[in-house]
């Protein structure tokens, strides 16, 4: 089998050659997350990630962006991640970006240095789950690192000239916490001051201790109206410099586009007038 299922990407990368390396989220413990509950984390043999290599190049010779999954392949060994990043630019000649999804641990666990080289040796891009700002959020949600933690690792990639694009959840912080959710994460966001920032909307999967925190009513969901309420808190809130800023993802009750903090208002006119006119998402139309 070419991919061990599941495969998981950012929406940005569908149009790049995906290379499995790793298996699953060393981490995985985010209790509202589904993506790997079922996946054991695995390092492949280096036999396999030479062999999976040889079919990306038989299949797309070509590539100009390549992603590595699965869930945090910036936590390997840095030497092992300078000679595949090697590997890759030689094998593929038109290669002009390699990017892969980092947990905050994994860019705590190298040095300046060690991500200044691996920048150097070609790695472009990593997409960081933020999720929320807030540590009583981060801790309720078992992410495992602080939000002054959040902020060293987000700060050491972009000092090592590696771009960021950091993730959010809207409704993370549920009923209880959505306005500590929405001004910590501005504040992180700020600090880190990454060029790109996505927002996704917290949707529950069955088998999650989320889920169960929900049955057993401990976490109350946010509603649409606040959910935009919490978005509007973040954007009045966000100081950063030209950061691409989406919240297009089908999870999402309503699309915004635009670059920060250039759009904020535009962005904040749009969120007036879609609450105004009820133009949401319906409930049953968002998905994963
Ligand atoms: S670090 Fe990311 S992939 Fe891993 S459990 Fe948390 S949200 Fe899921």
Known sequence: MTYEAPLYRPPSEARSLILQLTLGCSHNQCTFCYMYKGKPYRVKSPEAMREHIAWGKAIDPGARRIFLADGNVLGL?????????????????????????????????KTPEELASLHKT??????????????TVLQQVR?????????????????????????????????????EHALESARVISAINPEYLG??????????????????GSFHLLPAEKVLAETRLLLENLQVTDCTFRSNHPSNYLNLAGVLNQDQQRLLAEIQEAGEQGRLRPEGWRAL
């Open 77 to 109: 060994e840095t030497p092992l991640l300078l000679e595949i990043l090697t590997t890759l630019y030689r094998e593929f000649p038109a290669l002009e970006r390699v990017s892969l999804y980092g947990g905050p641990g994994d860019m705590l666990g």
């Open 122 to 135: 070609g790695l472009q891009l990593v997409y960081l789950g933020v999720e929320s700002g807030s540590d």
């Open 143 to 179: 992410k495992g690192v602080t939000s002054e933690e959040m902020i060293t690792a987000g700060v050491r990639v972009r000092e090592a000239g590696i771009h960021l694009s950091c993730m959010l959840i809207s409704g993370l912080g549920g009923t209880t916490h959505w306005e």
């Open 199 to 216: 927002l996704l909307t917290l949707l529950v999967e069955d088998n999650t201790p989320l889920h169960r925190q929900i049955q057993q």
